[in-house]
């Protein structure tokens, strides 16, 4: 099992920039692919950004050049800082962990997930 514990979302004006950073739990933290996910109201859970546990990292196109995914596996800790952030960014963002790199795009992918944490980007 793995627990997961988002934090740092917040409130913040178009052109800013959050850390949202995820807490695992357990030992075996360094084979889990780590992905973000973000789900706005009255829309699907979308794909931002993975970090396999090779050290890969994917990044949705919407986010590319503008987040950056990154994992302190000495921490447990999985990271996404988001720089140049956009109205369309608000959402609900979610942590979630998987074994293996296939397919992980997809949230049905993965096998736990955290709480979420809001993210508001005001214009």
């Known amino acids: 099992q793995v627990q997961l514990v988002e934090s740092g979302g917040g409130l913040v004006q178009a052109g800013g920039s959050l850390r949202l950073s995820c807490a695992a739990s357990?030992?075996?933290?360094?084979?889990?692919?780590m992905g973000w996910f973000r789900q706005a109201p009255g829309k699907e859970r979308e794909f931002v950004s993975a970090n396999s546990w090779t050290g890969s990292t994917y990044y949705a196109d919407s986010v590319k050049g503008r987040f950056t995914i990154s994992r302190d596996n000495a921490k447990n800790t999985v990271y996404l800082q988001m720089n140049s952030l956009k109205p369309e960014d608000t959402a609900v963002y979610y942590c979630?962990?998987?074994?293996?790199?296939?397919?992980?795009?997809?949230?049905?992918?993965?096998?736990?997930w955290g709480q979420g944490t809001q993210v508001t980007v005001s214009s």
């Open positions: 357990g030992r075996t933290f360094s084979i889990y692919t």
């Open positions: 979630a962990a998987r074994r293996g790199t296939s397919g992980l795009r997809g949230p049905n992918e993965y096998d736990y």
